[in-house]
């Protein structure tokens, strides 16, 4: 075989091999020295108030958390009074029935509320929507947008929401209301 013919097919499986190399290094976990890469990875509980989304091959693990939890004050020396955020599901997850949810809220000092789910926010039922449109199950890949109120959380307070689907796995959240509060807060 020529030089030329034997430089052009080095140069055909060149393009190969870079992307091998480079999907292999997306897909495996480097190894801290003088250790070996596990087969399995590790699972965070979505009860462990974790901000990372569980993993989407786990049947069992249903609502998630997708980005922050946010206290709407309507006057900010009283404290928040409205609570929402965004959930959804992995791609693996079953659907889920919003209607037969609960949430259940509670601060530091105060008994637990269960909310169920409405067509208005209060402080005894919470609402799903998408956009300007009320959503009644939340399908894999999907995020819905959750509120409800609460009697005045002062700054400060830390607040737990645990929402119930009537079936896969609970979700607890636990956040802390800022110290200085705006019409807008992100709980942290």
């Not at 993993?55 to 709407?72: H, T």
């Not at 309507?74 to 889920?96: H, W």
């Not at 067509?119 to 009320?134: C, E, L, P, Q, W």
């Not at 800022?178 to 807060?185: E, F, H, K, R, V």
Request: glycine share 8%.
């Amino acid at each position: 075989m020529s030089e030329s013919r034997l430089f052009i097919k080095a140069l055909s499986v060149l393009p190969v091999l870079v992307s091998l190399v480079i999907i292999a290094g997306c897909i495996t976990t480097p190894a801290a020295p003088g250790s070996s890469i596990s087969s399995s990875a590790p699972v965070s509980s979505p009860s462990s108030g974790s901000h990372l989304p569980a993993p989407a091959s786990d049947p069992a693990v249903s609502i998630q958390l997708e980005g922050n939890i946010y206290g709407i004050s309507s006057n900010p020396q009283v404290g928040i009074d409205t609570i929402t955020f965004t959930i959804g599901l992995p791609l693996k997850a079953p659907e889920v029935d919003l209607t037969r949810m609960e949430i259940v809220f509670s601060t530091h000092g105060t008994a637990s509320v269960i909310l169920t789910h409405g067509s208005r926010d209060s402080t005894t039922t919470f609402t799903t929507t998408r956009g300007n449109y009320a959503i009644t199950s939340l399908r894999p890949a999907e995020e819905v947008e959750v509120a409800f109120r609460v009697k005045g959380v002062p700054a400060g307070t830390t607040v737990n929401i645990e929402l119930r689907p009537s079936a896969g796995v609970p979700l607890s959240l636990s956040r802390i209301v800022p110290a200085m509060l705006y019409s807008t807060n992100i709980l942290g």
